[in-house]
């Protein structure tokens, strides 16, 4: 070697052999050339801006439609005759759905009020097939007797 200390900065600057007819990589500037200044710091934003809605108000959303959807059951049983179907309103899921909604800026409480939608709206399914059996019941024996 000729006895100068190298950096790894020279290898990429100057090319990779130290001889005078070293190919340099392109857009490199002669050896007599100054370089301009390098910033020392790269610029890194502070905080990257959300592309997105917040976490979890999809299922957020969809529990509660699934909630609202669940008073089809009641509106059939009234526009049948049977207003106790009314006792079976999904007023809980309905309610835990609106409030996983206004929480959506804290996840915990988000997933908390979600899961207790989904035990609502999943009680009420279970609910509403011990009612329907007995109404099927009752309207198969009306209509053996009304024949």
Same mark, same amino acid.
């Given at each position: 070697?000729?006895? #100068?200390? !190298? ?14 007819? =070293?190919?340099?990589?392109?857009? @490199?500037?002669? @050896? ?11 610029? *890194?934003?502070?905080?990257? !801006? ?7 108000? /999809?299922?957020?959303? =969809? ?6 959807? #669940? %008073? =089809?059951?009641?509106?059939?049983? $009234?526009?049948?005759? &049977?207003? &106790?179907?009314? %006792? *079976? ?6 309610? &835990? /759905?609106?409030?996983?909604? #206004? ?5 915990? +409480? ?12 999943? +009680?009420?399914?279970?609910? @509403? $097939? ?6 099927? *019941?009752?309207? %198969?024996?009306?209509?053996?007797? /009304?024949?």
């Amino acid at each position: 070697m000729d006895g #100068t200390r !190298r950096s790894p900065r020279d290898f990429w600057e100057k090319g990779r052999g130290g001889g005078a007819g =070293a190919p340099r990589p392109l857009g @490199s500037m002669p @050896s007599g050339t100054p370089r301009p200044a390098r910033p020392t710091e790269l610029a *890194v934003p502070a905080e990257p !801006r959300p592309t997105g809605p917040p976490p979890r108000v /999809g299922g957020a959303v =969809a529990a509660l439609v699934v909630s609202v959807l #669940t %008073l =089809a059951v009641p509106i059939l049983g $009234v526009s049948l005759g &049977f207003w &106790f179907f009314l %006792l *079976v309103t999904n007023v809980p899921g309905i309610g &835990f /759905g609106i409030a996983a909604l #206004t929480k959506i800026p804290d996840e915990a +409480a988000v997933e908390r009020f979600l899961r207790y939608t989904w035990a609502c709206n999943f +009680a009420y399914l279970v609910l @509403s $097939v011990v009612f329907l059996v007995p109404v099927m *019941v009752l309207v %198969l024996m009306m209509a053996m007797v /009304g024949f």
